[in-house]
């Protein structure tokens, strides 16, 4: 029996994919990183929650009671969450764990919180390269996937890993900390980049994959140029270059394997990433698919969307391509929303079935757009989306990246 438990806050470094939101939204500095885990200090810590929404994966909401605190070096050390000590028989324990769900429960209102992975996706793997044990990628190739006169250079930039193992599934995200140093002498923070390619490579039985990377080259309200650190030395690295891969990380923004599975995709940008590792998927394994993909991909202009080109190619019978633009010239502006608005009829009939999956990924913008016209269109049917989005979510069937 614990004489005066503790709860103590912790990050799953096993489903932790190094976001570094958490330590951006911490008010009193409680967590902080090192080159292979997220951790939170229990001396500062406040639970103020302010950490739970911004988590994508629900990695943060771990509560422990303790005799003792698990320090900092502890955690730095952890590839999983060690196991959970027996529950303390006191009333103080029991009430320790009744604020935490509490406290939780109003956390996760709206958008943030854990969702389970599809029932039907296959387990992954996950943190098996840190910081301090990277896997070594050879660049294999580098090609601008926008049109060269536009401002937009987004490239899709193809990694191989010779003879190094790294199984990914369909949805899941890679690290790259960019190399030198930042203005207070410390590593850089890791980016994550969704893979775009499918689990078997960008061909079938290759030990690669893609990801999709757009060049930030910004203007400053000074008047100066903003060049992003990470997405320039992506975006200049040359045949035959090598680089250092962390990951792979996520296990709940995944694929289902159902090929009854109808999958909405939701994205703009660099957000089409993982789409296109379903896609590929799906046209690889399902000849005749009973489900159907439906893509609804926002850009300024046909040349700044990627994979304009490849999109183009592929079969109505595999996917339904809803391509809209913002900055077509001599033509009203179109948002991804207002085509789902359009498309009301369609997508209101897969609202109605089990088995629709809906994935949204891009700018933070596009998820309140989508959510605005998910609740119209489901009004219009008579559903309730915020009960059936619940469903969903509960179910691993509703899922968002934004960034």
């Known amino acids: 029996m614990l004489d005066a438990p503790v709860k103590q806050h912790l990050i799953d470094p096993e489903i932790c994919i190094r976001c570094n939101t958490c330590e951006a939204t911490c008010p009193v500095d409680a967590i902080t990183h090192d080159d292979n885990n997220y951790v939170v200090?229990?001396?500062?810590?406040?639970?103020?929650?302010?950490?739970?929404?911004?988590?994508?994966?629900?990695?943060?909401?771990n509560w422990f009671v303790v005799n003792k605190v698990f320090s900092i070096e502890d955690q730095f050390s952890w590839l999983e969450l060690p196991p959970k000590p027996p529950e303390a028989e006191t009333s103080t324990a029991d009430a320790l764990d009744d604020e935490a769900q509490h406290l939780l429960d109003e956390a996760h209102t709206g958008a943030g919180g854990h969702v389970p992975a599809p029932a039907s996706a296959a387990k992954p793997r996950i943190n098996l390269f840190n910081r301090a044990k990277p896997a070594i990628a050879t660049v294999t190739g580098n090609l601008r996937i926008t049109a060269?006169?536009?401002?937009?250079?987004?490239?899709?930039?193809?990694?191989?890993?010779?003879t190094v193992a790294f199984p990914l599934l369909e949805g899941q995200s890679i690290g790259i900390?960019?190399?030198?140093?930042?203005?207070n002498g410390r590593s850089h923070t890791m980016r994550l980049y969704s893979i775009a390619s499918p689990r078997d490579g960008e061909r079938p039985n290759t030990n690669n994959l893609a990801i999709t990377v757009k060049r930030v080259h910004e203007p400053r309200d000074d008047g100066t140029m903003f060049a992003g650190i990470a997405s320039n030395f992506l975006c200049d690295l040359t045949l035959g270059a090598t680089i250092e891969v962390i990951g792979p990380f996520g296990a709940t923004f995944l694929m289902p394997d159902d090929p009854d599975a109808d999958i909405v995709m939701i994205c703009t940008g660099t957000g089409s990433a993982p789409f296109r590792g379903f896609t590929e998927r799906r046209r690889r394994t399902a000849s005749t698919p009973r489900g159907r993909l439906h893509l609804y991909f926002g850009a300024r202009t046909p040349g700044e969307l990627p994979y304009f080109g490849p999109?183009?190619?592929?079969?109505?019978?595999?996917?339904?391509?809803?391509?809209?633009?913002?900055?077509?010239?001599?033509?009203?502006?179109?948002?991804?929303?207002?085509?789902?608005?359009?498309?009301?009829?369609?997508?209101?009939?897969?609202?109605?079935?089990?088995?629709?999956?809906?994935?949204?990924?891009?700018v933070h913008g596009l998820e309140?757009?989508?959510?605005?016209?998910?609740?119209?269109?489901?009004?219009n049917a008579g559903l309730d989306w915020s009960a059936l989005r619940a469903r969903m979510r509960a179910e691993g069937r509703f899922h968002v990246e934004t960034y």
Do not use: W
């Open 41 to 61: 200090d229990a001396a500062k810590c406040n639970f103020c929650m302010d950490c739970i929404p911004p988590c994508p994966t629900g990695s943060i909401d």
């Open 148 to 162: 060269p006169d536009t401002d937009s250079d987004v490239r899709h930039i193809i990694l191989d890993f010779g």
């Open 177 to 183: 900390v960019p190399p030198g140093r930042d203005a």
């Open 311 to 362: 999109l183009q190619r592929l079969p109505e019978t595999l996917i339904v391509k809803e391509l809209v633009y913002s900055r077509i010239p001599e033509q009203p502006r179109e948002y991804v929303q207002d085509r789902m608005r359009s498309r009301s009829a369609s997508l209101a009939a897969l609202l109605a079935k089990d088995t629709l999956h809906i994935y949204i990924c891009g």
């Open 368 to 379: 309140s757009g989508a959510e605005a016209a998910l609740t119209d269109i489901a009004a």
